[in-house]
């Protein structure tokens, strides 16, 4: 952070204090694990990649979009490297998928209708 912590609002601190909690969280997936561009941001208005540690059972994923289209509907993020008999559960929710169904179905994405350059974050952890 390239700021001045003394003059922040107690609420930008706790903020900050999440995000590093968080990065804690994924950091070792992120740096040492396997990562895969999902959709590359040089053939489109998307660009998404996703982290997947040594022994599959973390993975991160990363979704985002540039520009808003209008009307345009959730769209399906195809994950890859997964272990297609592990179940996989997205941490802060009740949601489980299998891994197969990830990389062949994929996660919901969020519709565009919020406005530009808006991302998507999920955390998945085998059970």
């Known amino acids: 952070y390239e ?30 694990g396997t990562q895969y561009r999902l959709k590359s941001p040089f053939e489109g208005n998307e660009c998404a ?11 991160v994923a990363f979704y985002s979009y540039v520009l808003a289209e209008a009307n345009r ?7 890859a490297g997964l272990d297609p008999a592990k179940n996989y559960k997205i941490k802060g929710t009740e949601e489980v998928y299998n891994g197969d169904y990830l990389m062949k179905v994929g996660l919901v994405t969020p ?15 085998s059970e």
């Open 49 to 59: 990649w996703n982290y997947v540690s040594d022994d599959k059972k973390d993975v």
């Open 111 to 125: 519709s565009q209708s919020s406005g530009d350059f808006k991302s998507s974050f999920w955390h998945l952890q």
């Open 73 to 79: 509907r959730t769209g399906k993020l195809k994950l």
């Open 3 to 32: 700021l001045d912590v003394r003059k922040m609002p107690q609420e930008e601190k706790d903020l900050v204090v999440s995000q590093i909690k968080l990065y804690k969280e994924i950091r070792r997936t992120v740096l040492y």
